[in-house]
């Protein structure tokens, strides 16, 4: 690494100055591994940015991966007529956590006790190591909440909002001020944070809607249905901040959604509650990520006038693992093969296979398993459901 | 589970990688509840005079704000040149005088002041924040309030400086101007209660506007009315009974029970002490109330 000793700091070859600090092992979120440091080990600490470096090869870091964020027992919340929580019990870890559910599932219902809003019937909830019914403000202090209505007015500009709800969080004025600035451009906010909001589309005041939520620098966001009213494309841009929000910010999300097929590409673990009760909890990579389904359309040719059955008996010659069932219900469905993806020689494969027989490849995208097939395991494998959008990965 | 850790957990020196991701965490202090509960409050103060508004939002409280000022100052320049010994109103009288004015300032400010949180839905985002309902309401409340107090105690502080210019007697000045602060103080609260729970059961602004104008014209138009025909009638006894049911009769009434003001309803017929503590009781009564009223609200409005 290249840095050089300067007094208690270094500077680093990229100019910022990074202070060695052996102390001020305050910050939570680091705490779990850093309580655990022998005093040798000198922890580098930028004033610029919150990355992190060792000067020693021996820094096994303890992982922040198995500290709960979310842990609920037995949780039920019931009113007179409806029970919107039936005796949940969860566990959920840091990272992008999907919560899934039909409107009125009870995800609404268990974002409001997360933030000790309304107590529950019965069960226990913790947020954070802190106990929902005593310890509602302090867990408010250090997690953000997007709401899925509309809540920005429309006469005030992002800045000003979002630099008042930093202060509603309990930052300082100075502060407030600095991190809006940041996080209006980490959101993607730039010029026009200084217009009033009434005149921003859907995806900016989504934008600023998450932004509130980040503002004060929480440890965990709970994000309700973020991409609701979105385009595809903004869609998919959200979906990807939410992602960095993780993967940039080291902030935990909690993201609710009733699309399962979105949530695949963004969520480390997916929960799907139904009726307030456990359907599932498990992990995305666990059941996506095992085989990929490729999907190749080929144009006709005059030697080949069915340019899609010519493929497919050469593929099938070279021993390629081909989907009978081709996608229902979708335009142009009869043109795409689904295939089994082994490894990289398939996508050769297929590449030599379409340029010996002539054809023109016009596409080939992995298309995922869907969760959906997952929780209906007697759905058979060989049909994509027509019913959800699909999601080509990227 | 597999996911990336936003740190770098492991790292020989060789190949240790500094990736400059751009986020800044934020390690200062966090002031938490009764920092946001005063934040939420001078943010309420100032927006109700326009300031941190749009330029077009100062435009009418700060007019309104002139329009109180601006005969105390006229008072006081005929007090100083004439040579007066005693200045041409009361105190306790001004506020009750433009009334009108403080009434157009209420209408416009407390639905600005609440309905648009209510409306735009913002409410949300304030209690998933450390604050709680009471301290939403006693921060919208407390601005209200203060910002009618400044409405109407500025033009008295006006009155005071210029009877001392003109030499009048500091004792007996100070004393009344002491009053009549008592008498604002008591007549900002009472109106910012109402306006506010005006405004509050009405998220729209223009229903607001209405109900507040109209909570307080009609009610004050209904009983000077019934007030004069209870004159006209040598009904003496119900003039200060009926004098309960219009804020600013309420006020008028405590002050002259309390305050050594001249009573401004018909004949002069004020209450005495007996029916003032009735008064008195009946605004901190209304007050309290309209507190009450606010947090129920706001009960609903949660998340």
């Known amino acids: 690494m290249n840095v050089t000793m300067l007094g208690g700091c270094v500077k680093g070859s990229d100019g910022a100055l990074w202070k060695s ?20 080990l000198v922890l580098l600490w930028s004033d610029k940015d919150r990355a992190v470096g060792w000067t020693t090869a021996v820094a ?39 919560l899934v559910g039909a409107n009125g599932a009870g995800k609404s219902t268990m974002i409001k006790i997360l933030l000790g809003l309304s107590p529950a019937t019965e069960g226990r909830a913790e947020v954070l190591g802190m106990d929902v019914r005593t310890s509602g403000a302090q867990i408010r202090e250090r997690v953000g909440y997007m709401p899925e209505h509309d809540c920005l007015p429309p006469d005030v500009s992002a800045t000003e909002f979002v630099v008042h709800m930093a202060r509603m969080s309990g930052l300082p004025a100075t502060a407030a001020r600095e991190r809006t600035a940041d996080t209006l451009r980490h959101v993607g906010l730039y010029e026009e944070r200084y217009r009033p909001m009434g005149g921003y589309s859907t995806g900016m005041k989504q934008r600023v809607k998450l932004a509130q939520a980040l503002v004060h620098d929480p440890k965990l966001v709970l994000l309700d249905e973020p991409t609701n009213g979105l385009d595809p494309v903004g869609r998919d841009e959200m979906l990807g901040l939410i992602r960095r929000v993780w993967t940039d910010f080291g902030i935990s999300v909690l993201v609710t959604s009733h699309l399962l097929g979105e949530l695949e590409r963004t969520c480390d673990h997916v929960v799907v509650i139904d009726g307030g009760t456990l359907l599932r909890s498990s992990s995305t990579s666990d059941f996506t990520r095992t085989t990929t389904t490729l999907a190749v359309e080929v144009t006709d040719s ?10 497919r008996a050469a593929l099938a010659g070279a021993g390629v693992t081909l989907h009978a069932g081709v996608e229902d219900g979708l335009p142009g469905a009869g043109h795409i093969l689904l295939l089994e993806a082994a490894g990289e020689e398939t996508y050769d494969l297929v590449r030599d296979v379409v340029a010996d027989l002539g054809l023109g490849l016009v596409r080939m995208e992995q298309r995922r398993h869907h969760i959906a097939e997952v929780f209906r395991p007697e759905a058979s494998p060989q049909h994509e459901d027509p019913q959800h959008e699909e999601v080509p990965a990227r | 589970m597999s996911t990336q850790t936003p740190q770098p957990s492991q790292a020989a020196p060789d190949t240790t990688r500094i990736h400059n991701i751009g986020y800044r965490s934020y390690d200062g202090p966090r002031l938490g509840r009764s920092y946001a509960r005063r934040s939420l409050f001078s943010q309420s103060l100032r927006g109700a005079y326009g300031l941190g508004r749009s330029a077009k939002s100062k435009v009418l409280p700060m007019l309104l704000f002139g329009v109180m000022c601006v005969p105390a100052l006229i008072i006081v320049a005929v007090a100083v040149v004439t ?57 919208k409340f407390g601005a209200m309030a203060s ?16 009877s001392l210019l003109a030499k009048m007697d500091f004792g007996t000045q100070t004393q009344m101007f002491g009053q009549g602060l008592l008498s604002v103080a008591l007549l900002s609260l009472l109106f910012g209660g109402i306006g506010l729970v005006m405004a509050a059961l009405t998220p729209r602004r223009g229903f607001g506007v209405a109900a507040v104008i109209g909570a307080l014209t009609i009610s004050y138009g209904a009983v000077s009315t019934l007030q004069g025909i209870a004159y006209g009638t040598d009904n003496l006894g119900a003039i200060s009974w009926l004098g309960l049911f219009s804020p600013i009769t309420l006020i008028d009434g405590v002050q002259t029970a309390f305050l050594g003001a001249p009573s401004s309803f018909p004949g002069g017929e004020g209450p005495g002490a007996g029916t003032g503590a009735v008064y008195l009781l009946v605004v901190l009564a209304l007050v309290a109330g309209s507190y009450g009223i606010l947090m129920r609200r706001y009960r ?4």
């Open chain 1, 21 to 40: 600090r052996r102390r001020d092992l305050d910050r939570p979120r680091e705490k779990d591994f850093r309580r655990e440091l022998p005093y040798w």
């Open chain 1, 60 to 98: 096994h870091a303890t992982t922040v991966e198995d500290v709960t964020v979310i842990a609920t027992e037995s949780l039920s919340k019931r009113f007179p007529r409806v029970t919107a929580l039936d005796r949940l019990s969860l566990d959920i870890g840091p990272g992008v956590t999907g």
């Open chain 1, 302 to 311: 005059d030697t080949h006038p069915d340019g899609t059955a010519a493929l």
């Open chain 2, 83 to 139: 040579k007066q010994t005693k200045l041409s109103i009361e105190y306790t009288q001004y506020a009750i005088f433009l009334q009108v004015v403080i009434g157009i300032f209420l209408a416009s400010q407390a639905p600005q002041s609440v309905s648009r949180d209510l409306r735009f839905r913002t409410v949300p985002l304030y209690f998933s924040r450390p604050i709680e309902r009471a301290d939403y309401v006693l921060a």
């Open chain 2, 147 to 162: 910002a009618l107090f400044l409405l109407t105690s500025v033009p008295l502080l006006i009155l005071w400086i210029g």
């Open chain 2, 300 to 303: 609903k409005v949660g998340l």
